[in-house]
């Protein structure tokens, strides 16, 4: 594992700090916090305008989600097939996760210290955000990571296994 020398970022710093911040999904921009942090769960449902507090979460490894979540011998069997990549899976009744195929969205969150919820950035109802030259007003304040215009794809498939068959809640860009 390779440390970096480099001062963490804005984000990363706001991340850290329970804070929550803007960043780039494989589909679209997200805004998020640690999952563990109850203010930035908070302060993401005020911004976006939203009731519910199930969210998706991106973790840096397998080794991190074990870490925060109980999987069972048949969850670990079916993640280990689909990740890293975009499938997520329902750990607990407010949290799918997922280990992304993006080294630099695993990287976030091994420098966070902790699993990332990521909502895409948009208000509830409204269409997700796929450049920041489109950000509402309510979000532009928080820490930003820009890497212009992202392409429009699929969001990551959700699933839920239980008694030991996957079922697909949200399809999404990988086909089971």
Not at 20 to 43: K, L, M, N, Q, W
């Amino acid at each position: 594992m390779t440390v970096s020398r480099h001062k963490p970022g804005a984000v990363v710093v706001a991340l850290r700090q329970g804070k929550v911040a803007i960043f780039p999904t494989e589909s679209s921009y997200a805004i998020g916090c640690r999952y563990d942090s109850r203010s930035g769960i908070h302060e993401i449902m005020r911004r976006k305008g939203r009731k519910d507090a199930r969210f998706t979460v991106i973790a840096a490894s397998l080794k991190q989600v074990q870490t925060c979540f109980k999987l069972t011998q048949t969850q670990l069997h079916f993640v280990r097939q689909y990740w890293p990549g975009a499938v997520s899976l329902v750990v607990t009744p407010r949290f799918a996760v997922r280990v992304p195929a993006s080294a630099s969205l695993r990287r976030l969150a091994q420098h966070a210290k902790a699993p990332l919820i990521a909502s895409s950035l948009n208000q509830t109802g409204e269409l997700a955000i796929f450049d920041l030259k489109d950000l509402p007003a309510v979000f532009r304040d928080l820490p930003q990571k820009n890497i212009g215009r992202l392409a429009k794809t699929k969001p990551s498939t959700v699933v839920v296994i239980k008694h030991g068959k996957v079922a697909i809640l949200r399809p999404g860009s990988v086909k089971l």
